[in-house]
């Protein structure tokens, strides 16, 4: 064999025994990439599992946090509106009925009562018209009684944060 | 062997051929697989991680609301789930109206309507929801009465609405002198109330769209 064939030859077998040896190894590194993407999606199919149950008790949790306080909100104290007309009414001022009505969620409460005169219900209206928690007042059905008194009903809007717990 | 070295410049030639053409048909392809075997394997890895991560972040917050167990109780004695039964509600309302001096006179459902809707049961998705039990009480007793009644129900842990009061005084009697007698302290007041619950609610299936026909 001529020297100037030994060389290339030699290199070429070389070359040939490193693309034998790399597709060996890349066929076997494949396999073993191939078996560890399985036991990677096996372990991530549980974990999503997991995280879906532990989501699910979260959510609940935070839906009920959520809940709570959105009732808690909405929740009336109605002592403070009985509280209020007490302290505010004046003495010459009698009522004879009481409805409060929260269905149409405008908190609506409507007094029937009896003044001794005019004068005295104006000044109950002036007193109630100053105060910030009414935020609505309709004053209705003004008749005199037998007995001289004038008779009305009043209508009061109070404002939501008035029957907030503390007020 | 004078056949190969006189053909030896065209067999190296066509070895180096062979040996190109075998890289590009068999290993090149093994080498492109091996690459991308290798980023799918860091793809997963990281995504495996990532989950591992986020599950052990949600484990923690579990692990920060269970020491809030109490407050959690309570939120769910203030919003129970609806058992079908009324008893417990209306046990704590007759308590409630006795312990302040109150008589339960009357005590029923107020819509019936909404206890149907309550009962209902359709297939699909489960949801919690609230849903509120209106219903309403008719109780005798003093005005202070009923304002501590109303107390214990706001203060109590169970949300429970106030929807409606009225109540009227009757007019006062009058002796055998023709005079007005003093107003009694005696009411009847009528109450809209309502409980709220959690029910297992079931979204129903939207009905699947209708096939197209072929022309």
């Given at each position: 064999?001529?020297?100037?064939?030994?060389?290339?030859?030699?290199?070429?077998?070389?070359?040939?025994?490193?693309?034998?040896?790399?597709?060996?190894?890349?066929?076997?590194?494949?396999?073993?990439?191939?078996?560890?993407?399985?036991?990677?999606?096996?372990?991530?199919?549980?974990?999503?599992?997991?995280?879906?149950?532990?989501?699910?008790?979260?959510?609940?949790?935070?839906?009920?946090?959520?809940?709570?306080?959105?009732?808690?909100?909405?929740?009336?104290?109605?002592?403070?509106?009985?509280?209020?007309?007490?302290?505010?009414?004046?003495?010459?001022?009698?009522?004879?009925?009481?409805?409060?009505?929260?269905?149409?969620?405008?908190?609506?409460?409507?007094?029937?009562?009896?003044?001794?005169?005019?004068?005295?219900?104006?000044?109950?209206?002036?007193?109630?018209?100053?105060?910030?928690?009414?935020?609505?007042?309709?004053?209705?059905?003004?008749?005199?009684?037998?007995?001289?008194?004038?008779?009305?009903?009043?209508?009061?809007?109070?404002?939501?944060?008035f029957y907030a717990s503390g007020k | 062997m004078?056949?190969?070295?006189?053909?030896?410049?065209?067999?190296?030639?066509?070895?180096?051929?062979?040996?190109?053409?075998?890289?590009?048909?068999?290993?090149?392809?093994?080498?492109?697989?091996?690459?991308?075997?290798?980023?799918?394997?860091?793809?997963?890895?990281?995504?495996?991680?990532?989950?591992?991560?986020?599950?052990?972040?949600?484990?923690?917050?579990?692990?920060?609301?269970?020491?809030?167990?109490?407050?959690?109780?309570?939120?769910?004695?203030?919003?129970?789930?609806?058992?079908?039964?009324?008893?417990?509600?209306?046990?704590?309302?007759?308590?409630?109206?006795?312990?302040?001096?109150?008589?339960?006179?009357?005590?029923?459902?107020?819509?019936?309507?909404?206890?149907?809707?309550?009962?209902?049961?359709?297939?699909?998705?489960?949801?919690?929801?609230?849903?509120?039990?209106?219903?309403?009480?008719?109780?005798?007793?003093?005005?202070s009465s009923l304002k501590n009644f109303l107390?214990?129900?706001?203060?109590?842990?169970?949300?429970?609405?106030?929807?409606?009061?009225?109540?009227?005084?009757?007019?006062?009697?009058?002796?055998?002198?023709?005079?007005?007698?003093?107003?009694?302290?005696?009411?009847?007041?009528?109450?809209?109330?309502?409980?709220?619950?959690?029910?297992?609610?079931?979204?129903?299936?939207?009905?699947?769209?209708?096939?197209?026909?072929?022309?």
């Amino acid at each position: 064999m001529p020297w100037w064939l030994i060389a290339p030859a030699a290199i070429l077998l070389v070359a040939v025994l490193a693309l034998a040896g790399s597709y060996i190894y890349f066929m076997v590194a494949n396999k073993k990439m191939a078996g560890r993407v399985n036991e990677l999606e096996s372990e991530s199919a549980a974990l999503e599992k997991n995280i879906k149950i532990k989501e699910g008790e979260v959510f609940l949790i935070r839906q009920r946090i959520e809940d709570f306080n959105s009732l808690l909100k909405k929740h009336k104290q109605l002592v403070n509106t009985f509280a209020f007309l007490e302290a505010k009414t004046t003495k010459d001022i009698v009522y004879t009925s009481f409805d409060f009505n929260n269905i149409d969620k405008d908190s609506l409460v409507v007094v029937d009562g009896k003044s001794p005169n005019f004068l005295a219900l104006a000044q109950q209206l002036d007193i109630f018209k100053k105060e910030e928690a009414i935020s609505g007042l309709n004053l209705a059905d003004i008749s005199i009684n037998e007995d001289g008194e004038v008779v009305f009903s009043l209508k009061v809007n109070f404002a939501p944060e008035f029957y907030a717990s503390g007020k | 062997m004078e056949y190969i070295r006189k053909y030896s410049l065209a067999i190296t030639l066509a070895l180096v051929v062979l040996f190109l053409a075998g890289g590009y048909f068999f290993w090149w392809p093994r080498y492109n697989e091996y690459k991308t075997n290798g980023k799918i394997l860091e793809y997963k890895g990281l995504e495996t991680e990532n989950k591992r991560n986020y599950l052990e972040e949600i484990e923690a917050k579990i692990n920060i609301l269970s020491d809030y167990q109490e407050e959690i109780i309570k939120i769910n004695s203030a919003i129970p789930i609806y058992d079908f039964s009324e008893v417990a509600l209306f046990s704590f309302i007759q308590k409630t109206c006795s312990e302040n001096g109150l008589v339960l006179l009357n005590l029923g459902l107020a819509d019936q309507q909404s206890v149907q809707d309550i009962n209902r049961q359709v297939s699909g998705k489960k949801v919690w929801e609230i849903t509120s039990l209106p219903f309403d009480i008719s109780v005798a007793g003093s005005y202070s009465s009923l304002k501590n009644f109303l107390s214990a129900v706001y203060k109590n842990s169970r949300i429970i609405e106030v929807e409606a009061v009225s109540f009227s005084a009757e007019e006062p009697e009058v002796d055998e002198k023709g005079r007005k007698k003093e107003p009694k302290d005696m009411y009847e007041f009528d109450l809209e109330l309502a409980a709220n619950y959690y029910i297992e609610k079931t979204e129903p299936v939207s009905p699947a769209a209708p096939e197209e026909l072929p022309l």
